[in-house]
């Protein structure tokens, strides 16, 4: 029932849409209802290698882009900002692009080597970011708290307190 509530209401709102952009429902799960309405239509669903916001889905319903993204509040805002910030700039040149920056890490951290990793943090008015809410991306509060996404590559697996790493402005 709620496939065909989802169906339905997608169907009704795409003829009217320029894109289709949904939150949650995406992943591998029994019960992962995006996924199942779209089904029927020329979407993939995969798994990205970014930590928070691996489960993602592309593709159009009804001849509409659409974007599928984990339901997560904090998977979702980064897959936000890493994928579709970046194409509604180039495309629209709104909203602004984020300028990346440099700042040194005041503890260290460890990241999956096989992931980009982004992480929350807050940018110190001594050009140092400190880190909040660890690799959880389920902590709103560390997110809320937050003026920084910060980037660890793929392939890097441990940073020390001084390094540099890549922040963007929240």
């Known amino acids: 029932?709620?496939?065909?509530?989802?169906?339905?209401?997608?169907?009704?709102?795409?003829?009217?849409?320029?894109?289709?952009?949904?939150?949650?429902?995406?992943?591998?799960?029994?019960?992962?209802?995006?996924?199942?309405?779209?089904a029927d239509q020329p979407v993939e669903f995969l798994h990205v290698a970014m930590q928070p916001g691996g489960p993602q889905g592309i593709g159009t319903f009804d001849d509409v882009p659409f974007l599928g993204f984990p339901g997560n509040p904090v998977s979702c805002l980064v897959s936000f900002e890493m994928f579709l910030r970046p194409a509604l700039s180039a495309i629209l040149g709104a909203p602004a692009p984020r300028l990346?920056?440099?700042?040194?890490l005041d503890q260290p951290l460890s990241s999956?080597?096989?992931?980009?990793?982004?992480?929350?943090?807050?940018?110190?008015?001594?050009g140092t970011v400190q880190l909040a809410g660890g690799e959880a991306s389920h902590l709103m509060h560390a997110?809320?708290?937050?003026?920084?996404?910060?980037?660890?590559?793929?392939?890097?697996?441990?940073?020390?307190?001084?390094d540099e790493v890549e922040v963007w402005m929240l």
């Open 143 to 162: 997110l809320a708290g937050s003026n920084v996404l910060v980037h660890v590559p793929a392939g890097v697996t441990e940073l020390a307190a001084g």
């Open 100 to 104: 990346p920056l440099r700042a040194r």
């Open 112 to 126: 999956p080597g096989q992931k980009h990793q982004v992480r929350r943090g807050s940018l110190q008015p001594d």
């Open 1 to 38: 029932m709620i496939r065909l509530g989802c169906w339905s209401l997608l169907r009704a709102e795409s003829q009217r849409a320029d894109l289709i952009v949904t939150t949650g429902g995406v992943s591998k799960g029994a019960y992962e209802v995006v996924r199942q309405t779209m």
